[in-house]
């Protein structure tokens, strides 16, 4: 049995212009995909595509198979039992992507009254359920408060909760970290690797930040300008990058010795723990 959950083949997006140009990516159970690159790199229109949540002037061609659905082209109404049910999305500030003015049982238990047909006691046990998984502390009486009522770190970890509630088989995550403190990005990290593992998830990580790519990501790609420039698994790219823009976005992490080919003196690319290791320093500071 395949361990690709989801396929995206040739996918081009185009938005007055063309944005994203064929790019091809697989998303496998229980492994963490990244997907880097600079803002307006397409990056984030690419995780957009796969839910449908693209602008209505967007026009897209290739393929984006979830098991033997296609999902490009698909209805609305079908797409809509896919969402939170087989595909669920966390968002890079949580405090948008929760309704101030609904509880965070509310907002927990509404998926699954929709898509699992759970009702009142069995919706909330699996919701304190869900919280206890994501680490909020005090679960049970989380569930009457409110998401003003906790940490930037702690809304995330309820964002996550949301997203897991229907537990869904692919689970975007679109710079999860960066609204948030730097002393709270490698707690919200380690929880998206652990639950890749844990529950045999496909996992889609965008980020700007190869310092966050380095801390879970199993493979990387790296986009510029709508194309995916380099791909490897996260040792070899960060040991031996060949292409010139992924040396650059390395070289700008913080207390990197990786020279980009135009500055390059005698001093040799760091091996992969090495690379490893500044990265996730750089994260942690």
Same mark, same amino acid.
């Not at 397409?42 to 984006?64: D, Q």
């Not at 079908?78 to 966390?90: P, Q, T």
């Not at 080919?261 to 290791?277: I, L």
């Given at each position: 049995?395949?361990?690709?959950?989801?396929?995206?083949?040739?996918?081009?997006?185009?938005?007055?212009?063309?944005?994203?140009?064929?790019?091809?990516?697989?998303?496998?159970?229980?492994?963490?995909?990244?997907?880097?690159?600079?803002?307006?790199?397409?990056?984030?229109?690419?995780?957009?595509?796969?839910?449908?949540?693209?602008?209505?002037?967007?026009?897209?061609?290739?393929?984006?198979?979830?098991?033997?659905?296609?999902?490009?082209?698909?209805?609305?109404?079908?797409? %809509?039992?896919?969402?939170?049910?087989?595909?669920?999305?966390?968002?890079?500030?949580?405090?948008?992507?929760?309704?101030?003015?609904?509880?965070?049982?509310?907002?927990?238990?509404?998926?699954?009254?929709?898509?699992?047909?759970?009702?009142?006691?069995?919706?909330?046990?699996?919701?304190?359920?869900?919280?206890?998984?994501?680490?909020?502390?005090?679960?049970?009486?989380?569930?009457?408060?409110?998401?003003?009522?906790?940490?930037?770190?702690?809304?995330?970890?309820?964002?996550?909760?949301?997203?897991?509630?229907?537990?869904? %088989?692919?689970?975007?995550?679109?710079?999860?970290?960066?609204?948030?403190?730097?002393?709270?990005?490698?707690?919200?990290?380690?929880?998206?690797?652990?639950?890749?593992?844990?529950?045999?998830?496909?996992?889609?990580?965008?980020?700007?930040?190869?310092?966050?790519?380095?801390?879970?990501?199993?493979?990387?790609?790296?986009?510029?300008?709508?194309?995916?420039?380099?791909?490897?698994?996260?040792?070899?790219?960060?040991?031996?990058?060949?292409?010139?823009?992924?040396?650059?976005?390395?070289?700008?992490?913080?207390?990197?010795?990786?020279?980009?080919?135009?500055?390059?003196?005698?001093?040799?690319?760091?091996?992969?723990?090495?690379?490893?290791?500044?990265?996730?320093?750089a994260g942690d500071e």
């Amino acid at each position: 049995m395949s361990s690709i959950v989801l396929s995206i083949r040739d996918l081009q997006i185009s938005i007055g212009r063309p944005l994203v140009h064929g790019i091809s990516l697989d998303l496998e159970r229980g492994r963490v995909q990244g997907l880097a690159g600079e803002s307006g790199s397409g990056k984030t229109l690419t995780s957009l595509a796969v839910l449908g949540l693209l602008p209505r002037k967007a026009t897209t061609s290739g393929s984006i198979l979830l098991g033997d659905d296609e999902l490009l082209g698909m209805p609305r109404r079908a797409l %809509n039992r896919v969402r939170g049910k087989r595909i669920a999305m966390v968002f890079q500030d949580p405090s948008a992507s929760l309704h101030p003015q609904l509880t965070v049982g509310k907002q927990l238990t509404d998926h699954m009254r929709v898509h699992l047909g759970l009702r009142d006691k069995v919706a909330d046990a699996r919701a304190i359920e869900l919280l206890e998984t994501v680490q909020v502390p005090r679960a049970a009486e989380s569930l009457g408060r409110y998401p003003h009522q906790f940490s930037g770190g702690q809304r995330q970890r309820i964002a996550i909760a949301c997203a897991l509630a229907c537990d869904p %088989n692919v689970l975007l995550a679109d710079e999860p970290t960066t609204a948030l403190d730097v002393t709270v990005q490698a707690g919200i990290l380690q929880l998206l690797r652990d639950l890749a593992v844990e529950r045999d998830l496909a996992v889609l990580l965008v980020t700007h930040d190869l310092g966050v790519m380095s801390a879970i990501a199993d493979d990387v790609a790296v986009m510029k300008d709508g194309r995916i420039v380099e791909r490897a698994d996260r040792a070899t790219l960060f040991a031996a990058p060949q292409d010139e823009y992924t040396r650059t976005l390395l070289a700008a992490l913080p207390g990197s010795r990786l020279e980009t080919d135009a500055d390059a003196g005698s001093e040799a690319a760091p091996t992969a723990a090495e690379a490893d290791a500044v990265a996730e320093g750089a994260g942690d500071e």
